[in-house]
């Protein structure tokens, strides 16, 4: 007999799909390199060397594999780019429906 009664859990909230804008490109972590650098294979063809902005740095952890939105710089746009958006799980699958991945 439990004395502990379960609180059901509260349901993930739906949340708008949030798409690249203004320059933005989908892309697929590779690899991590260190210090919040990572390498980026992009939607566009290009293989970007791309870093967290400070102010993003604790707002989500990044692993390979993982589909993040890049805005590239705009000096060495081919070669470089920040990371502005990380996918959840969920929001990879919303993707692959609308065919954007």
Known sequence: MSYYRRRPRAEEP??????????????????????????????????RVCSIPGRLKRRFWIRANDVVIVMPWVVQS?????????YSLMDVGRLKDRKLI
Do not use: M, T, Y
């Not at 320059?23 to 990572?38: D, P, Y």
């Open 78 to 86: 081919n070669e470089r780019g920040d990371i502005v958006w990380k």
């Open 14 to 47: 739906v949340h708008e799909l949030r798409l690249p804008e203004n320059g933005q490109v989908l892309g697929k972590v590779i690899r991590i390199s260190g210090a919040s650098k990572f390498v980026v294979q992009c939607s566009d063809g290009n293989e």
